[in-house]
């Protein structure tokens, strides 16, 4: 080795090879929630040579027949007309500006705008890119290019022009002979270029050259890929090695992950480093992951389709992976880092999960539909447990290990099954009804929910046999006997808590109740001081604290309509460390916490949407594991659900009538008749799916629409002044970006313009004005006529309606005042003579025997002697007096200025006139007599009720008297 830099200590690279050594051994690896994306989608070529994502967001593709651009809901082609110097894209990059460059075999260029940009080589001819890492960024706004075999650096130059050199003087190149033949080329953080040269790996900075050969642990090998890892360490491919050096090493360890060194010709050896630190790169059977001290290989087990290798690996800006694929376009691992999800390929006996259980020693078992399955600490794979008896798997539905560390298993067709800790051999406890539930308290005892009924295991260690709980439907007020309890949870205090029959029963002490609630529960959890309670059919979540001795929990309301879970049926729900709810349903898992959602499925990583019942289970490390019908799903990083996701909302092209228009600024266009079609974009590539777009177009609708489409479209526009105003939101990650706005004004053609309009506006006026005047006169003259005609109509109109009042008042057979106006004018009377003085008497008269008038006579003689009556009697009222008929052959008088006393005169002779003579009908002469009831007001707070009251006393007993006389109400007080 030739070196002009420090030699590094021995002890420092043995440790660094015994680090790296032990990353050689490979291991079996998660099941994988891929999406991938092929011609369907748009794109067009699937096979991938290069993906690189820019500082707008777009992630980019390049493919053997052009270059894709991906704004998560389509891809868009570029080729030779938008600049491109061949189809066949080799190479692709980022610099620090966020510009693409793009390296084909043909030439390079550098994406400003809409187009790609010639990127010209030192002596102006093309730049011939081959297949592999042939890009590095230099420091600000520097790129190097490997030409061919030779380094390139390329800087911006006045004008919007390049400058190019080659990055090594002759001399240099001279000295180094391999410096002419580079293959790969990478910088490191300090500044240091890393490059594949000749059959070495050689070392560059700041003037001094080392290169490293097979005395430095490097074998003599085409080095086509080098990637600088965070932390300064460099990793080296080849057909077939792959190598590393710790930061300042001066010797290589090499490293032997299955399928690197095989007899597959591989020309590209991706490499990528993950959040997480994480080195990830390719083999010949898929891809590889130093995860934990070991390699992790994924290949078809794992679902990756890859059988013609992985050619690109990008971990974007929001750590999402992934993965170019030679012939089968792109794949996108959703949930990267944050989900791993578990099938029968990782050895489940089913990928029907049911319930999940961490022993006390670390080991995880699950429970299946066929079956058990355990995993150990240290171990990547379950293995199938000997849980199973009389020659069946069973459906493990609870899993629970006691104070001694033994695990209890309950199934669904009854099974209570105990494993020893010692011996590990499973032993058949009891046959029971179809068991929900194994929960073991913190007294030790045994609880075994099934759907019939509760049973109890006091003292394990004595006795194994469970008992029935007794008295359950006496507190449920139940009639039934089976009563099936579904879920047991125990808080901080000690309490008890079952859900039973979609009630809640409580044991705090030796004492159960069964608290009021306000509906019917279906689900039940508990943490340390509280209580968690579902209806999935009002769909609400009730919770508050857990009180071991209230008739009625106090309990707040937590709808779940207007939230990610609506529509959804709730399958389990659980209430974690954090005090954040999880909610298991037909379609993904919420969770809240408390004042947001955020909702997961497959897009978010999930292994599939479909939860099963009471399967959600909390790890010791505060991991979350949720079971599904197809596989297990651990949820790794739950504290980072709620970070804050940010939504890159933007406007990415408007046309109209089929031409480009800017984006940047307001707009300002000729009428054509055309359409103005918008596409959008959101350059966030989690939970893409779930995006939805809220817009509106300002001067045209006033109302928000929603779409989850990115093309918005409005044909034959009026010329006009518009806004466009555009919001998005990711319902599953629950974020938010805009609104934003463009505005938009089309200018009217010739034939509407301004001083068009104008000069008709003039001409329009002129015409008016000569009509006008012809037609004034005549106007003028029927104006008048109409005027006579409406005062008249007028004068008809109001007698026509005086004379439907007083009909409204005037009682239809006697023409006296009916009842309501009678009672209306001595209402007035009795506020007129309040507020200035006076007196008034009301007289209450009734026709004696009238109803022999009707059965002797007949009604109409009857009406006959009514009318009669009211005619008499209207003859000898004064023009103050007033009479109104109070119903039947009842009459009311109300007489002004009368007083007791001075007024019975008057009355008297009243009731001698009006029945003195009988009355003639149709030749018969009808007898008539009448009683009087006279009242004087006003009185005290009197009222015309009160006073009829009064009159109607004197009445009664006028008709007690013998009929035919007058009594009167102050006689009688």
Partial sequence: MVSTMFRVPAW?????????????????????ALRYFGQSDGLANQAVTAITQDGAGYLWVGTENGLFRFDGARFRRYGKRDGL??????????????????????????????????????????????????????????????????????????????????????????????????????AGADGALWMGCATEVCHYRAGGFTRYGPQQGVPAAKWGAVFAASGGQIWLRSQDHMLSLAPGAGRAVAHAPPGVAQATVRQLFPMAQ?????????????LLRGVAGAWREYGASEGLKADGGISAIYVDRDGELWLGLAGRGLAHWQGYRSVANWTTAQGLPSDDIWSFHR?????????????????????????????????????????????????????????????????GRSVHIAKLPLILRVFIDAAGRIWI???????????????????????????????????????????????????????????????????????????????????????????????????????????????LAGTPMAGRSVMSMHVDRRHWLWIG?????????????????QQSGLIWNDSNQYAIFEDTDGSMWIGTSSGASHILHPQDLF???????????????????????????????????????????????????RYRLKGLESAWTVTDSTALRYPALAPGSYVLQVSAENTMLQAAAGPIEL??????????????????????????????????????????????????????????????????????LTKAWNRVAIMEMIGQQIVTTTRSGGTFMVVLLDLDHFKRVNDTHGHLAGDAVLREFVRRLSERLRGSDTVGRYGGEEFILLLPGLYAGGGEQRIRELHREICADPVVDEGVAIDITCSFGVVAGPLPGCTPESLIKLADMALYRAKENGRNRIEYAERAS
């Fill in 12 to 32: 420092l690279a043995w440790l660094a090879g015994l680090i790296f050594a032990w990353l050689g051994a490979p291991a079996a690896a998660e099941q994988m």
């Fill in 85 to 186: 110097p061949a189809a066949f894209i080799t190479a692709l990059a980022t610099d620090a500006a966020g510009r693409v460059w793009v390296g084909t075999d043909a030439g390079v260029c550098a994406w400003r705008g809409d187009g790609c940009g010639a990127v010209k080589g030192p002596d102006g001819a093309p730049m011939v890119l081959w297949a592999g890492q042939r890009f590095a960024r230099n420091g600000g706004d520097g790129m190097l290019v490997v030409d061919q075999r030779d380094l390139v650096e390329v800087r911006p130059a006045d004008g919007g022009k390049w400058h190019s050199r080659y990055y090594f003087s002759e001399a240099q190149r001279l000295a180094h002979p391999e410096l002419r033949r580079i293959a790969s080329i990478a």
């Fill in 274 to 286: 993950d959040g997480d630190g994480t080195l990830v790169s390719n083999n010949d059977y898929g």
């Fill in 359 to 423: 022993a006390r020693d670390g080991a995880l078992y699950i429970g299946t539909g066929r079956g058990m399955a355990l995993r150990r600490p240290g171990e990547v794979r379950f293995a199938k447990t000997a849980g199973g008896y009389e020659g069946a798997d069973h459906q493990i539905g609870s899993i629970a290990t006691d104070r001694a560390g033994n695990v209890w298993s309950g199934t669904f067709s009854g099974a209570l099954v105990r494993q020893d800790r010692l011996t």
């Fill in 449 to 559: 929910a099934t759907n019939r009924g509760l049973y109890v295991i006091r003292d394990p260690e004595h006795s194994t046999a469970p008992r029935p709980v007794e008295g359950l439907r006496q507190l449920l007020r139940e009639q039934k006997d089976d009563i099936g309890v579904t879920a047991v949870c125990q808080t901080g205090d000690g309490a008890l808590w079952f859900l039973a029959h979609r009630g809640l029963l409580r044991l705090a002490g030796e004492r159960w109740s069964a608290p009021a609630l306000p509906s019917k529960i279906d689900m039940l959890s508990c943490d340390a001081g509280n209580l968690w309670l579902a209806d999935d059919r009002e769909s609400v979540v009730w919770y508050g604290a857990a009180d071991d001795s209230a008739d009625a929990l106090a309990l707040q309301r937590l709808p």
């Fill in 585 to 601: 349903s037909d379609d993904g898992v919420a969770v809240w916490n408390g004042k947001a959602w955020r909702m997961l499925d």
């Fill in 643 to 693: 970070a804050p996701k940010e939504l890159a909302l933007r406007i990415e092209s408007v046309d109209y009538d089929g031409n480009p228009l800017g984006v940047s600024k307001a707009q300002m266009i000729a009428w054509s008749g055309g359409a103005l079609e918008i596409r959008l974009a959101v350059l966030s590539f989690r939970n893409h799916e779930a995006l939805r777009y």
């Fill in 743 to 812: 505005p938009v004004a089309i200018m009217p053609p010739w034939w509407r313009s301004g001083w068009l309009y104008s000069g008709c506006v003039v001409l329009a006026l002129t015409l008016a004005w000569l009509l006008y005047r012809w037609r004034l006169r005549g106007i003028l003259r029927r104006s008048a006529a109409m005027e006579q005609l409406v005062r008249e109509r007028t004068v008809e109109l109001e007698a026509s309606r005086e004379e439907h009042r007083m009909r409204s008042l005037k009682d239809g």
